[in-house]
């Protein structure tokens, strides 16, 4: 069992940035994959981002590529999300979450492949 803690949402305007985190606690940090997701009123979650277990596999949602940059600090059991050039369409809540993987590459892109899920922290990009 893990708990996920989001942090570091708030509101910017167009063009600002935000540096999202994610704290684990629980069993060992480095045997989850871990992914960042969204979801805005009214539609589903959605990928952001992802990264494995070895930190060395990453996919970016085509949306996000070249601004958003996801990175884990195992030691600090901590996963970050930071987001450049925000965009009003970035407004969303956002979700860390993590699956126990037993393949260090392996990128998941699913929420439903998902087990663990923190409580959100909400992203507010102004015009």
């Known amino acids: 069992q893990v708990q996920l803690v989001e942090s570091g949402g708030g509101s910017v305007p167009a063009g600002g940035s935000l540096r999202l985190s994610c704290a684990a606690s629980g069993r060992t940090f480095s045997i989850y994959g871990l992914g960042w997701f969204r979801q805005a009123p009214g539609e589903e979650r959605e990928i952001v981002a992802a990264i494995s277990r070895s930190g060395e596999a990453r996919y970016y949602a085509d949306s996000v590529k070249g601004r958003f940059t996801v990175s884990r600090e195992n030691a600090k059991n901590t996963v970050y999300l930071q987001m450049n050039s925000l965009k009003p369409e970035d407004t969303a809540v956002y979700y860390c979450?993590?699956?126990?993987?037993?393949?260090?590459?392996?990128?998941?892109?699913?929420?439903?492949?998902?087990?663990?899920w923190g409580q959100g922290t909400q992203v507010t990009v102004s015009a």
């Open positions: 979450a993590a699956r126990t993987e037993t393949n260090s590459y392996i990128l998941r892109i699913r929420p439903t492949e998902y087990n663990y």
